[in-house]
């Protein structure tokens, strides 16, 4: 099981658990495993990490910068994101020299494949105010979302775990009727995705991980900002 330890920094009034500025240490563990070895990283609402290639945007090669290890080598680690209108993936080799890197969007996830284990502590903070597109385009749908560190989701499945009813739950929308919305993890150990169809009655749903991100498929289009703490 894949650990991340995770540091919340409360910015704001003393005992104010719903501070709109929370900053966030994360100590998340990239494997490489299986023949793919993809780990679907959530990455804060505000990352701005060093800007090496000087272009004043927060883009996939600042984030091979910040991930360092084995994200410094050139060919080593690649940066990868779904792109929902064309419903293929956009991918960046680190430290490569041809073509440009993607711009990242504050609440969309990445993954991020490389050639050996690493620890990759992601610092940021939160944007509350932030509701994020949701889109029901092309023959997927799918769109990659960066879960809040902090996410405080409602259990109505009453389980005591965060898991991915409980994001359907809290999404609401299309993602409030049977069949209508699917949520998705990557699993790195497999090579293969896990997935859960929202207001499902067969199967349990999977546990939400602090750090990793999922994907959503709606039916619909929607906007949706998430409960945290």
Not at 12 to 19: F, I, K, Y
Not at 129 to 156: C, E, I
Not at 199 to 222: D, S, W
């Amino acid at each position: 099981m894949r650990k991340a330890l995770l540091t919340i920094l409360i910015v704001g009034a003393a005992g104010a658990l719903l501070a709109s500025n929370m900053g966030f240490k994360l100590s998340y563990n990239l494997v490489n495993a299986g023949t793919v070895g993809n780990n679907w990283v959530s990455l804060p609402y505000y990352y701005t990490p060093a800007d090496l290639n000087s272009n004043s945007l927060v883009d996939a090669e600042d984030l091979c910068d910040d991930i360092g290890g084995p994200c410094a080598a050139a060919s080593s680690c690649t940066i990868g994101r779904w792109n929902t209108a064309t419903d293929a993936p956009v991918t960046w080799t680190c430290q490569g020299t041809r073509g440009t890197p993607f711009t990242l969007t504050a609440g969309e996830s990445v993954f991020v494949k490389v050639n050996a284990g690493t620890t990759f502590v992601v610092v940021g903070s939160h944007n509350p105010s932030l509701g994020y597109a949701l889109a029901n385009a092309g023959t997927v749908g799918n769109n990659w979302f960066s879960v809040p560190y902090h996410a405080n989701l409602p259990d109505n499945n009453a389980n005591s775990l965060m898991d991915a009813e409980d994001l359907c739950d809290d999404i609401g929308g299309p993602c409030a009727a049977a069949s209508s919305c699917t949520i998705g993890r990557w699993n790195t150990a497999t090579d293969a995705p896990v997935t859960w169809t929202c207001q499902g009655t067969r199967g349990t749903p999977f546990t939400l991980t602090t750090g990793e991100g999922v994907f959503i498929k709606v039916n619909a289009n929607t906007t949706y900002t998430p409960s945290h703490y």
